[in-house]
């Protein structure tokens, strides 16, 4: 059966979701419990692991340096969402040394013999979590595990301490029929449910009218369509859609929505940001 994720947040909402996270035993700013050293983001390159193109596929992201001047930094992987299992679940990749702004890159060659497994088994729909665990000149080292999600959350530090690489496969079209919801945070749907899903209007296009909202509870205003990248299954949505009319209040799409949908498995994944004035 085909899968679908609605994971949603409401714009009203200040909101930085961290899916799978669990707060550490540390938790405010390092000048709590001495100077300590992260990584701020400079810039997030390529998160997509081609599929159809494993020898030669690539993750980065560039990072610089906060608190104590950084040595090196160890970069980790784990299958799936974010864990602070690093004994059981963390596999380590390589040390890359610091040096100013540092551009951290891993290949899917290294992921999959970093996890014990062929590369070939990095199938598209699977995301991996990479870790970066900086060791300062003065000996210390500072990781999620050890920071804890109320600092290495939240927005406003900028900091890269984990990143995501997607694996990825061409969206070929051919989506429409009958999904099981896996995830719905705007609860129209329950796991196990089962919704319709058509194709189009466009070429690489997929519509969720009939998915949000559940008739139940509301009816459709506009087409709640999703575009897709061909060659990735990237799925963006366009924002300021009023895609549901609860009666006492619309439910209209806002920016930053992003996600995935992988012919190759038939799953839809999505994050949409949603305005839904009273909440």
């Not at 596929?57 to 690093?86: F, H, M, N, Q, R």
């Not at 702004?101 to 699977?126: C, F, Q």
């Not at 984990?162 to 945070?185: E, H, I, K, Q």
């Not at 575009?227 to 300021?240: D, E, F, L, Q």
Request: charged share 15%; hydrophobic share 40%.
């Amino acid at each position: 059966m085909k899968k679908i994720f609605l994971i949603s947040a409401i714009i009203a909402i200040p909101l930085l979701l961290i899916i799978g996270c669990k707060k550490g035993d540390i938790n405010g700013d390092f000048a709590a419990v001495g100077k300590g050293s992260y990584l701020t983001k400079v810039a997030i390159g390529n998160a997509i692991i081609d599929y159809a193109n494993l020898a030669n596929s690539k993750v980065d992201v560039t990072v610089k340096e906060y608190g104590s001047p950084v040595d090196k930094i160890k970069i980790w992987v784990s299958a799936g969402l974010t864990t602070l299992d690093k004994a059981g679940s963390w596999k380590a990749i390589k040390e890359v040394p610091y040096s100013g702004e540092t551009k951290l890159e891993v290949s899917a060659t290294e992921i999959a013999t970093a996890l014990g497994i062929p590369v070939t088994d990095l199938s598209p729909g699977t995301s991996y979590t990479l870790y970066n665990e900086v060791f300062s000149k003065d000996g210390q080292t500072h990781d999620i595990t050890n920071t804890g999600s109320d600092f290495y959350g939240n927005p406003n530090y900028n900091m890269l301490m984990l990143w995501t690489a997607t694996s990825v496969c061409p969206f070929t079209g051919g989506m429409a029929g009958n999904y099981r919801v896996v995830r719905d945070d705007w609860v129209d749907w329950s796991p196990g449910d089962i919704v319709a899903v058509t194709d189009g209007p466009g070429a690489n296009q997929v519509n969720l009218t009939q998915v949000w909202p559940n008739p139940a509870y509301g009816s459709p205003v506009d087409p709640f369509v999703v575009n897709v990248a061909a060659a990735t299954g990237v799925a963006t949505i366009t924002s300021g859609v009023t895609i549901g009319d609860y009666g006492s209040f619309t439910l209209v799409t806002g920016s930053g929505s992003s996600g995935y949908i992988f012919s190759c498995t038939g799953d839809i994944i999505l994050k949409v940001r949603l305005s839904a004035p009273p909440f």
